[in-house]
């Protein structure tokens, strides 16, 4: 049964946490007494491997500053075990973050490691981790097919895209428009969200008028908004991220289009990464994500009062992949003492763990180890002075299939 741990910053009573730590006591000398008395003694070493350089560097120190914050609140110690972070930069290539892993494994000898933005380097080191039964936490990623490797190591707390885009699908049906065209960039990421929205949208009943792919790094959307335009759809749903992003909504608005009809996105269209450069033309885009600083819940406001406090901006939805992460470490070990030698228990820990994150209701789904979560239909709007994203509908506990959905 695991353990009921505060919130970082709780007050604990002195007799409850001396009960405890008798109770643990009693447990490690009923038969784990050597190992983990000699390990508990070590730190507690956990690999960072992101992209802490090029276009996704302000995403991984995002999520380290997460990560950070969450240790910080709790002394940086997990059960009586030190914490020391070893971080490694994947520079977003997969096989070198295969060789940083390895070196973290093999060298550094972590006991678990967690991150990995980029969906391609995530799914290069599945086969690593399944064979060398590496403790791997991803915190970042969301490509599908990470749902479905049946690795029993690994773990994502971060979402699966279908999540957020095929919710939206639904949703966008059910309430804006039954047609739309799909614009998103030409890459496996682009094309892997327009077909996740699909799954939604069109099982729901929706048709899909026209699929416009522009390439990574377009400069000029003009002949691409100029086919929207002369088709004049109720509707588009677009997938566009970073500098993209930001050209792109400014260019809709320009064009004419941003009046003539709705524009709903994935929710990384309109993040925290570049609305202010986006400004007032990203203003009544909707969009779904699974986190917003917006959120009214008493954990995110104190993550997003804590996160200004400590780095004087407001939490992205990467900051929050992070702060979970570093949660559910700190949740699993102290269920099993710190004892991350015992991997089978590690993993049953995780599975057994409900929470209330930033971003909501938080448990992992037992077929996939990918989170249960709402997804949130978010609007672009002046929220208190800023242009922030404000929830406008909830959908709850989305579970992905059990299966790889076809």
Sequence with gaps: MIRSIPTPGAAVPRRRFLQAGAAGSALVLGGYAPALLAQSKAPLKIGVLNSFSKVFAALAAHNLNGMNLYFDGIGNTIAGRKIELIREDDEIN????????????ESDRVDLVTGVQASNVALALIDYVRQSKTFFLCSGAGVGALSYVNVPTFFRCSFNGWQAHSALGTWMFQNVAR???????DFAGGRDTVLEFKLGFQRAGGRIIKEIYPPLGTNDFSAYLADVRSAKPPATFSFFAGSDATRYVKQYAEYGLKGAMKSVASGFLVESDVLPAQGRDALGIVSALHYTDTLDNPENRKFVTDYRAKYKEYPSVYSEYGYVAARCIHHSLMAIDGNTQDKDRMRAAMLAMRFNAP????????????????????????????????????IPEVREPDNKPT
Excluded: D, W
Aim: aromatic letters at 6%; a positive charge; hydrophobic letters at 40%.
């Design 359 to 394: 971003r909501g209701p938080f448990r992992f789904n037992p077929a996939t180890q990918n989170p249960i979560h709402n997804i949130y239909v978010r609007e672009v709007a002046e929220v208190q002075g800023r242009i922030a994203n404000k929830v406008i509908a909830t």
């Design 179 to 185: 047609e739309c065209i799909t614009l998103a960039s």
């Design 94 to 105: 997969p096989q070198v973050g295969l060789t940083k892993m390895k070196k973290l494994v």
